[in-house]
Each structure stands twice: as structure tokens, then as C-alpha cells.
């Protein structure tokens, strides 16, 4: 039963995202009382809304890919080990044998955090539970020990429920997207490294004062700063970095500009496909639950349709290879993930409230820690990597994305124990880090509460 009951799971993760979310979002919402039509029909809208989401992914990675590549070459850049990105880590994840069972046990472990209120998010996002895996196959490909997996899975499981309460200020607040949350990936696990940088700079005389936004940007040039003008400007920069002419710089700045212009469209379709089900859903928990607030976890993606998010991760394509080259010792050549560096950057956005120059500094020390972990991780990704056939072993692999993961790596190194002294500075920065954006978010909301009083 069991074994029929993983391979249907398995079945369904094998059609990716764009498939897997509208069927879950139907049936959930069917069993939780929204009408059969109503919940089909958000179902397939969201279902568009992430086919569009995958065209515009699929088309930065096509057109970025090579220039980022073209840029390595054209510095000389001579890193030997190619980050293979999301795109390549995940089915990896998924092909591992942690993948089994890591889905059911990510959903229990959510709904026992509801069950107790250590949590408000509900996750319903299946794809992305991915993230959690990797720890969890990671961890079984290191010590061998199955068991270490699974309770990687839990560990990450619930430290991405955590974050995501955490966000959901900021998404209401800054991304205007009520009632839901991202507790997945690098923007979720990241995002407390920009707020220490944002309280860092608030200490600083003329640089807390400096506010650069797409918004601000119009204001004083007019139509040149609207976030059009902007992706065309900037992906024609990046053409142009990479070594390109005008015939192949100019066509890679219109195609930035259809994303800035595209994308917040295309989160619009699943906002809208969301809604019944939200709606439903905080019904039913609010009659269960009291007055509790609750929100619905979804992908990170839904994040690139801010214009500074696109923007930010458009500057972050060449400032990341640059990154790379001044980093002592790094083997990684960022590549996979470098056509969607907003993903790691997008909650640091939303912290910083739209800040473009604030975010260049949390992005650094985001893009920073992230590479120096990759390095670590490269014999950890190359065994994943041979034990679930994706390689023979010949070539080491590398990825940035979860590969990076602080999570990950402090957990897995609680096992192996290697290389204590980068494990520990490393620790010692994402605690610090972690334990004090929870101390400022317990702030927030005392501060919110006394003035609602």
C-alpha cells in the first residue's frame, strides 16, 4: 500500500510544478468545502499562472545563461566546478530515495505544528518541498543513514514553517500579496541575513538615509525609470558586459523588459486562482482556531513580480561572478542559477523595503555565504549526484541553490563533522542572524498590538 501510495506521489511530482500545484490546490480545495467549477477553475488558472511563470524562467535561463557564461569567459575566469542550479539539483532531490516518503512526512510535520500553534503557514505548496528533501538526501548520502535523512527532512520542514511566519509581515506589507507567505528556498532561508544588514545600516550616518527604488528612480527621471525602461536598460548592459554587439545585447534588453512588464501579470493569474481557497480555508481554521491568523505558503516565484526584485537580480548576474573571483579557495563557477539570482535576494527586498541600494549590500553577504558553503558542499552534491545516477562520478557538481543552503550544511555537519572551524563561523553568523530577526519580528508585533490598543 505504501509503495502504491509513494508512486502515485512520485507520478504526479514527475509532471512539475505547473501540473502538480493545480491538481492540489482542486482537490484540497473540493474537500474543504469550495464548489467543484470554483475550485477546477482555480486550479487551472493557477496552472497558468505558473506555465507563464516556467516561459519567463525558461527564457532567462536560455538568454542569461550564455551571457553569464560569455562573461566568465570573456574575465577569464578559470572556476572548475560548474553550479548545475535548481534546475539540476532538484531532480536529483526527487530521484533520491529520501524523495519516497519525504512529501507525506513535510505535511505531518505541518500539520502537527498547526495542531500546536507553533506555526500560522499552511503549506500548499507540494513542488517545493523539494528543498526539505535535499537536506534529508543529503544528509542519507553523507552518513548512510536513512533515519539522519528523514529527520533532516523534519528539521527543515520546520524551520521553513517558522520562516514563513516571519515573511508574512513583509509580504503584506511590501509586496501587497495578504494572507500569504514563502517559506521555501534561498529567499526564505536567506532573508535573515538582510536583516541584519538593514539594522546594520540604520547605524550608519548618510548611508541610512540613502533611498534608491524603482518608484524613486521615476520620480526623477520620469519614464526612465519605469521598470520597462529599466530591464531594457539593464539587460542591454549585461549584453554588452558579456562581450556581445548591439545585435545581440539589444534583443537580450527587449526580453528583460517583457519580464518586467510580464511577470506581474502573470502573478496576478495566481492570485486570483488562489483566492477561493484562501478564502475558505482562513473560514474554516479562524472557526477551528479562534481569531488566529493564518497564511497560505507558496512558491518564492511569485516574488519576481516586483520590478526592484527583477531589477536587483539583473545587477546581481555580473556582481555575482565578480563575488566569486574574490572569494579565497571558491571552485564554483555561478551558472545554473544565475538567471534566477532574484530568488535569492527577493525577501531581502521586501526587508528593505523596496531599497535597491540597501539590497546590494545584504546581496553580497547573501551571494557570499552562499558560494563559501557551495564549495563545502561539492564532495556532498558529486555523492548525491552518483547515487541517484545523475552523474558517474567522473565530473564534481555543485549548486547554489540548496547546494548553499546554511540549513543544509549545519545539519548535515552535525553528522560528519568536517572542517569544524568554517562550520562554526558559519553556524555562528545564521544563528546570530536567525535569533535576531525573530527578536525583531516579537518587536514588530508587540509595536503593532500597542497601537491597535
Same mark, same amino acid.
Given at each position: 500500500?505504501?509503495?502504491v501510495?509513494?508512486?502515485?506521489?512520485?507520478?504526479?511530482?514527475?509532471?512539475?510544478?505547473?501540473?502538480?500545484l493545480?491538481i492540489?490546490?482542486?482537490i484540497?480545495?473540493i474537500?474543504?468545502?469550495?464548489k467543484?467549477?470554483?475550485?477546477?477553475?482555480?486550479?487551472l488558472?493557477i496552472?497558468?499562472?505558473?506555465?507563464?511563470?516556467?516561459?519567463?524562467?525558461?527564457?532567462?535561463n536560455?538568454?542569461?545563461?550564455?551571457a553569464?557564461?560569455?562573461?566568465?569567459?570573456?574575465?577569464g575566469?578559470?572556476?572548475?566546478?560548474?553550479?548545475?542550479?535548481?534546475?539540476?539539483?532538484?531532480?536529483?532531490?526527487?530521484?533520491?530515495?529520501?524523495?519516497?516518503? &519525504?512529501?507525506p512526512?513535510? !505535511?505531518?510535520?505541518? =500539520?502537527?505544528?498547526? @495542531?500546536l +500553534?507553533?506555526?500560522?503557514?499552511? /503549506? #500548499? $505548496?507540494?513542488?517545493?518541498?523539494?528543498?526539505?528533501?535535499?537536506?534529508?538526501?543529503?544528509?542519507y548520502?553523507?552518513?548512510?543513514?536513512?533515519w539522519?535523512?528523514?529527520?533532516?527532512?523534519?528539521?527543515?520542514?520546520a524551520?521553513a514553517?517558522?520562516?514563513?511566519?516571519?515573511?508574512?509581515?513583509?509580504?503584506s506589507?511590501?509586496?501587497?500579496?495578504?494572507?500569504?507567505?514563502?517559506?521555501?528556498?534561498?529567499? &526564505?532561508?536567506?532573508?535573515? !541575513?538582510?536583516?541584519? =544588514?538593514?539594522?546594520? @545600516?540604520d +547605524?550608519?550616518?548618510?548611508?541610512? /538615509? #540613502? $533611498?534608491?527604488?524603482?518608484?524613486?528612480?521615476?520620480?526623477?527621471?520620469?519614464?526612465?525609470?519605469?521598470?520597462?525602461?529599466?530591464g531594457?536598460?539593464?539587460?542591454?548592459?549585461?549584453?554588452?558586459?558579456?562581450?556581445y554587439?548591439?545585435?545581440?545585447?539589444?534583443?537580450?534588453?527587449?526580453?528583460?523588459?517583457?519580464?518586467?512588464?510580464?511577470m506581474?501579470?502573470?502573478?496576478?493569474?495566481?492570485m486570483e486562482?488562489?483566492?477561493?481557497?484562501?478564502?475558505?480555508?482562513?473560514?474554516?481554521?479562524?472557526?477551528?482556531?479562534g481569531?488566529?491568523?493564518?497564511? #497560505?505558503?507558496?512558491?518564492p516565484?511569485?516574488?519576481?513580480?516586483?520590478?526592484?526584485?527583477?531589477?536587483?537580480?539583473?545587477?546581481?548576474?555580473?556582481?555575482t561572478?565578480?563575488?566569486?573571483?574574490?572569494?579565497?579557495?571558491?571552485?564554483?563557477?555561478?551558472?545554473?542559477?544565475l538567471?534566477?539570482?532574484g530568488f535569492?535576494?527577493?525577501?531581502?527586498?521586501?526587508?528593505?523595503?523596496?531599497?535597491?541600494?540597501?539590497?546590494?549590500?545584504?546581496?553580497?553577504?547573501?551571494?557570499?555565504?552562499?558560494i563559501?558553503?557551495?564549495n563545502?558542499?561539492?564532495?556532498?552534491?558529486?555523492?548525491?549526484a552518483?547515487?541517484?545516477?545523475?552523474?558517474?562520478?567522473?565530473?564534481?557538481?555543485?549548486?547554489?541553490?540548496?547546494?548553499?543552503?546554511?540549513?543544509t550544511?549545519i545539519?548535515?555537519?552535525l553528522?560528519?563533522?568536517?572542517n569544524?572551524?568554517?562550520?562554526?563561523?558559519?553556524?555562528?553568523?545564521?544563528?546570530?542572524c536567525?535569533?535576531?530577526?525573530?527578536?525583531?519580528?516579537?518587536?514588530?508585533?508587540?509595536?503593532?498590538?500597542?497601537?491597535?490598543?
Open positions: 500500500m505504501l509503495k501510495f509513494s508512486d502515485a506521489i512520485q507520478y504526479v511530482v514527475d509532471m512539475g510544478a505547473s501540473v502538480m493545480p492540489v490546490i482542486a484540497i480545495s474537500c474543504i468545502g469550495v467543484v467549477g470554483k475550485a477546477i477553475r482555480s486550479g488558472m496552472g497558468v499562472g505558473f506555465v507563464g511563470l516556467g516561459l519567463i524562467v525558461d527564457m532567462m536560455a538568454e542569461l545563461g550564455p553569464a557564461q560569455a562573461m566568465s569567459e570573456k574575465f575566469l578559470s572556476l572548475s566546478v560548474v553550479d548545475i542550479g535548481w534546475p539540476g539539483a532538484s531532480p536529483m532531490t526527487w530521484a533520491s530515495n529520501i524523495a519516497i516518503v &519525504a512529501i512526512v513535510a !505535511i505531518l510535520v505541518n =500539520v502537527v505544528m498547526l @495542531l +500553534k507553533l506555526t500560522k503557514t499552511v /503549506n #500548499i $505548496d507540494i513542488w517545493n518541498i523539494w528543498h526539505m528533501t535535499f537536506t534529508g538526501a543529503i544528509a548520502a553523507m552518513t548512510g543513514n536513512y539522519i535523512g528523514i529527520l533532516g527532512v523534519v528539521v527543515h520542514a524551520i514553517y517558522k520562516l514563513g511566519d516571519l515573511w508574512a509581515p513583509f509580504m506589507d511590501y509586496f501587497e500579496l495578504d494572507g500569504l507567505t514563502v517559506p521555501h528556498g534561498t529567499s &526564505a532561508y536567506m532573508g535573515p !541575513i538582510a536583516c541584519v =544588514v538593514d539594522a546594520v @545600516l +547605524k550608519i550616518p548618510g548611508i541610512k /538615509n #540613502i $533611498d534608491i527604488t524603482a518608484d524613486s528612480l521615476q520620480e526623477k527621471v520620469g519614464v526612465l525609470g519605469e521598470p520597462i525602461v529599466i531594457g536598460f539593464l539587460g542591454t548592459i549585461v549584453g554588452f558586459i558579456a562581450g554587439g548591439p545585435q545581440e545585447a539589444l534583443p537580450l534588453g527587449i526580453k528583460m523588459s517583457a519580464v518586467m512588464v510580464l506581474p501579470k502573470i502573478v496576478k493569474c495566481i486562482g488562489l483566492m477561493p481557497l484562501s478564502e475558505r480555508a482562513k473560514e474554516i481554521l479562524t472557526k477551528k482556531f481569531n488566529s491568523e493564518f497564511y #497560505i505558503g507558496l512558491d516565484a511569485i516574488l519576481l513580480g516586483d520590478a526592484q526584485v527583477v531589477t536587483t537580480g539583473l545587477i546581481f548576474i555580473p556582481l561572478l565578480l563575488i566569486a573571483v574574490i572569494i579565497p579557495g571558491n571552485k564554483v563557477l555561478p551558472f545554473g542559477d538567471a534566477t539570482i535569492f535576494i527577493a525577501i531581502a527586498v521586501a526587508v528593505h523595503k523596496g531599497n535597491i541600494f540597501r539590497t546590494l549590500f545584504s546581496g553580497v553577504a547573501i551571494m557570499y555565504m552562499t563559501w558553503i557551495a563545502e558542499t561539492i564532495p556532498w552534491m558529486t555523492a548525491l552518483t547515487t541517484t545516477g545523475s552523474t558517474d562520478g567522473s565530473n564534481l557538481v555543485a549548486a547554489l541553490d540548496q547546494g548553499g543552503s546554511p540549513i550544511y545539519f548535515t555537519q553528522f560528519i563533522r568536517e569544524l572551524l568554517g562550520t562554526g563561523i558559519i553556524a555562528a553568523i545564521y544563528v546570530v536567525l535569533l535576531f530577526t525573530i527578536h525583531s519580528s516579537k518587536k514588530r508585533s508587540a509595536a503593532l498590538k500597542k497601537v491597535e490598543e
